[in-house]
């Protein structure tokens, strides 16, 4: 599903319209690319939450355990449990001792499942080289705007 703009310059009110189009089109294509990690799967939205939890503090090298992992999800530590039991069984994660706490373990995402992996990762790639195709000003107005688009969506905005 391609975003088409229309050609030329838009006025202010075309272009709000526009970006408010172009973000419900994202929101909708990561609808689309979660359902079908869901039916390939079987994987909960809560399951695929935790995953990219996990999978983005590993990018930023900040090891996630169980009690990180449920105040990020908002679960009780049972339920966290469960969790990662039933992600564990599918080779989405693996519990890994604490590089410097014996008594610790720390959680590490492995891909979210193989038959998902593909579509998902080939879109992450085509999105890779798109950022990578920003200019630093151009990357700093997206990232500006992109934060403030998540604080503002959030339920507890106001």
Same mark, same amino acid.
């Given at each position: 599903m391609a975003v088409t703009r229309t050609r030329g310059p838009l006025n202010r009110d075309q272009s709000n319209a526009e970006i408010m189009r172009a973000l419900l089109l994202c929101r909708n294509?990561?609808?689309?690319?979660?359902?079908?990690i869901r039916a390939e799967t079987g994987m909960g939205d809560t399951d695929i939450l935790a995953v990219d939890y996990l999978r983005d503090q590993h990018?930023?090298?900040q090891p996630v355990g169980p009690k990180q992992l449920a105040s990020h999800l908002g679960l009780s530590s049972p339920s966290t449990?469960?969790?990662?039991?039933?992600?564990?069984? =599918?080779?989405?994660?693996? %519990?890994?001792?604490? &590089?410097?706490?014996?008594r610790a =373990?720390?959680?590490?995402? %492995?891909?979210?499942? &193989?038959?998902?992996?593909?579509?998902?990762?080939?879109?992450?790639v085509r999105i890779?080289?798109?950022i990578e195709q920003l200019s630093a000003d151009d990357a700093a107005v997206v990232l500006t705007f992109l934060t403030s688009l998540v604080d503002a969506a959030q339920p507890d905005a106001d």
């Open positions: 294509t990561d609808i689309a690319m979660r359902r079908h990018s930023q090298h449990t469960v969790l990662l039991d039933r992600l564990e069984k =599918l080779g989405s994660v693996e %519990r890994m001792p604490h &590089p410097t706490d014996r =373990l720390t959680i590490e995402a %492995r891909d979210i499942a &193989p038959s998902a992996t593909p579509s998902r990762e080939a879109a992450e890779q080289r798109l």
